[in-house]
């Protein structure tokens, strides 16, 4: 995991604005049940490039990052330099240790919880690292038949390796591994947090943010993903440039027949989840 996300770092660096604009509606859910303000310490897992942090700090509150990937860190610290920013494995680090003051009031994640190897005891180390009372708020993906994000596009690519890339299982660590809403609250529970509560969100991934159809960016994203790197690294110099490039057409033709009034959007299905340390 720490390889994959490492060779993810560059990728995600290059299309934050991207990924940004099309999550503002999972951003704003989290800010809203989290609400981090002056007086909180706030610890921000798997921070990425920092979108979280920006906006913890913006709301005069305390901001903590960790991330598996120094890519990813190094991006947020250049962001949000108020912010402390730690290289750690938030399963087991112990954070503060790592980041010293007072226990977190608040701890939240946009898509950055669902890679542990074993969610429950990450998560039971999270809660040893707030304060009683303190709110944890999440989102993250629910299956990947309701979430085109991992087969639009990417999918035209995929079919052409050998071997082809699995995709992956549910309740393994991964982008779904808490599709089952079920699971995960009891490994919310077994690992110690209370008053759980998991509820749907469902927005739409705009990639017209900008003015554009939205094409170009998304094909940016699936090219620096691990499905986009294999096939450059693969693919491409077996089939020769002009026959990668047609293949590049003929994803950029799916996406043109997913535009929505002349831009791409497709729907996005996610948790929001909310949870409280009763210690």
């Known amino acids: 995991m720490r390889q994959n996300w490492a060779e993810s770092a560059a990728g995600w660096v290059a299309n934050e604005a991207v990924f940004d604009a099309v999550f503002t509606p999972v951003t704003g859910a989290i800010l809203e049940s989290a609400r981090p303000e002056k007086g909180l310490r706030v610890l921000d897992v798997g921070c990425g490039t920092g979108t979280l942090l920006a906006k913890s700090t913006a709301a005069g509150a305390e901001a903590v990052g960790v991330d598996i990937s120094e890519g990813m860190a190094a991006a947020a610290r250049e962001r949000v330099p108020e912010a402390t920013v730690l290289v750690a494995d938030a399963q087991t680090a112990d954070l503060l240790r790592e980041a010293p003051g007072s226990p977190f009031d608040r701890v939240v994640s946009r898509f950055g919880v669902m890679f542990f190897e074993d969610s429950q005891a990450a998560f039971a180390n999270l809660r040893r690292a707030t304060a009683p009372g303190a709110r944890m708020v999440f ?25 082809k890339p699995e995709s992956p299982a549910e309740g393994e660590p991964g982008p779904v591994a808490f599709a089952d809403s079920g699971r995960l609250g009891s490994l919310l529970e077994g690992a110690g947090w209370g008053e759980v509560r998991i509820d749907p969100l469902d927005f739409t991934c705009d ?73």
């Open 139 to 163: 989102a993250c993906w629910r299956s990947l038949d309701e979430n085109p994000m991992f087969s639009l596009g990417s999918a035209r690519l995929a079919e052409r390796l050998d071997p």
């Open 207 to 279: 990639y017209g943010f900008n003015g554009t159809d939205g094409v170009e960016e998304r094909l940016g994203q699936i090219l620096s993903g691990g499905v986009g790197r294999l096939a450059q690294e693969q693919l491409r110099p077996r089939v020769g440039a002009d026959e990668w490039e047609s293949l590049l057409d003929e994803v950029r033709e799916e996406l043109r027949r997913n535009r929505v009034d002349g831009a791409l959007r497709f729907p996005g299905a996610v948790w929001i989840v909310n949870a409280v340390n009763p210690a």
